[in-house]
């Protein structure tokens, strides 16, 4: 079975920040990855799909990139908007990764 | 626009059988392959279940198979979650979720919280 291991656990940043987000495959993943946010109390959003297409609506500011077993989530600039706990997902297994926590200094 | 609202949930004694549903609207409901998603208290994501947009084919969690079952009804635009033998560690939030057509989960509901508890 698959597994998706994605690192750091919880990350701190300051507005205006750079923040990489690593999602690593046990075995290939092709592109086949999607990622999402969540914020307290609310379902996932959606963010980017087949690695790298962004949603609509979501801000330009988040990026994905990757392939096979390593994929990143970066957020150019990070906004206060921002804070919340990220998931990384592949889609034939429906698995997702543990999350990563982003907390705003 | 699209809406997914899940019910069903509450405080429920260990081995008892609750049915979730999620009602969908905004959306033709009988052209996607619906899923449900947990979270236990504090914990990340965890994939339950999936139903094909027909409700010809279906898939479950090794966690959950055998226990649970995933149906659907097109006619009312609704999904279910028949939990059955339901043990502590089911306690969750249990959120619906559409399929996309680029494969992400595009939509999601509020979820409903499951406390399995005596």
């Known amino acids: 079975d698959i597994q998706l291991t994605q690192s750091p656990s919880t990350l701190s940043a300051s507005v205006g920040d750079r923040v990489t987000i690593t999602c690593r495959a046990s075995q290939s993943v092709i592109t086949w990855l999607a990622w999402y946010q969540q914020k307290p109390g609310k379902g996932p959003k959606l963010l980017i799909s087949?690695?790298?297409t962004l949603e609509s609506g979501v801000p330009s500011r988040f990026s994905g990139s990757g392939s096979g077993t390593e994929f990143t989530l970066t957020i150019r600039s990070l906004q206060p908007d921002d804070s919340a706990t990220y998931y990384c997902q592949h889609y034939n297994s429906y698995l997702f990764g543990g999350g990563t926590k982003v907390e705003i200094k | 626009q699209v809406q997914l609202v899940e019910s069903g949930g509450g405080l429920v004694q260990p081995g008892r059988s609750p049915r979730l549903s999620c009602a969908a609207s905004?959306?033709?409901?009988?052209?996607?392959?619906m899923h449900w998603v947990r979270q236990a208290p504090g914990k990340g994501l965890e994939w339950v279940a999936v139903?094909?947009?027909?409700?010809?084919?279906?898939d479950y969690a090794d966690s959950v198979k055998g226990r649970f079952t995933i149906s659907r009804d097109n006619s009312k635009r609704t999904m279910y979650l028949q939990m059955n033998s339901l043990r502590a560690e089911d306690t969750a939030v249990y959120y619906c979720?559409?399929?996309?057509?680029?494969?992400?989960?595009?939509?999601w509901g509020q979820g409903t919280l499951v406390t399995v508890s005596s």
């Open positions: 087949d690695t790298s």
């Open positions: 905004g959306f033709t409901f009988s052209a996607y392959a």
């Open positions: 979720a559409r399929l996309g057509e680029k494969r992400g989960f595009d939509y």
């Open positions: 139903v094909a947009y027909d409700g010809s084919n279906k």
